[in-house]
Antibody, heavy 119, light 107 residues
């Protein structure tokens, strides 16, 4: 069974930094694109970032470009999201998910980790 | 960026009802459209991919159709476990974008 487990969320002050991790198991991790999606409290889903299998390609939503960096370590079956210059509007549950380039779906998803940006 | 517009934003329905949700893309995306179901406090669950292909394990009362800019998710006979929020997502180009969601509530 494929399992994705996020960690690293918490309370951070505006302007601060946080690094999220997502540990994968039950799949050949190095074969998959990996993505982060967030959901602000009571709001809809917002795609954040994606990285290809060998970390040679990354894409971001405009609102996080220059502040967030996605990376991966295939030896550790993990993907990361380094978040800097955090703003109140970055407050959300952050999910990692595998991405199928063939079908365009995000599946499966982790359980999510909550990031709260507040003073 | 491709904008995805879902309607309605919410719908009240009874068990056994047929429910239809629409998703419109701001530009043509061929068949690159995915539907998810999300229940409170849970991660989204993949229902339909490539506009009309049912994910393994998803009940056959769910169906999807459409191509280009207009897409539909239908639930043929609503069951108690189907009360949730549904999202569409385009995969034609980055950034990936989601519709605003449709909450299916109990009437």
């Amino acid at each position: 069974e494929v399992q994705l487990v996020e960690s690293g969320g918490g309370l951070v002050q505006p302007g601060g930094s946080l690094r999220l991790s997502c540990a994968a198991s039950g799949l050949t991790f190095s074969s998959y694109w990996m993505s982060w999606v967030r959901q602000a409290p009571g709001k809809g889903l917002e795609w954040v970032a994606i990285i290809n299998q060998d970390a040679t390609g990354e894409f971001y939503v405009d609102s996080v470009k220059g502040r967030f960096t996605i990376s991966r370590d295939n030896a550790k079956n993990s993907v990361y999201l380094q978040m800097t210059s955090l703003r109140a509007e970055d407050t959300a549950v952050y999910y990692c998910a595998t991405y199928s380039t063939r079908s365009g779906w995000l599946d499966p998803w982790g359980q999510g980790t909550l990031v709260t940006v507040s003073s | 960026d491709i904008q995805m517009t879902q309607s309605p934003s919410s719908v009240s329905a009874s068990v056994g009802d047929r429910v239809t949700i629409t998703c419109r893309a701001s530009q043509g995306i061929s068949g690159s459209l995915t539907w998810y179901q999300q229940k409170p406090g849970k991660a989204p669950k993949l229902l339909i991919y490539a506009a009309s292909s049912l994910q393994s394990g998803v009940p056959s009362r769910f169906s999807g159709s459409g191509s280009g800019t207009d897409f539909t998710l239908s639930i043929s006979s609503l069951q108690p476990e189907d009360f949730a929020t549904y999202y569409c997502q385009q995969a034609n180009s980055f950034p990936l974008t989601f519709g605003g969601g449709t909450k299916v509530e109990i009437k």
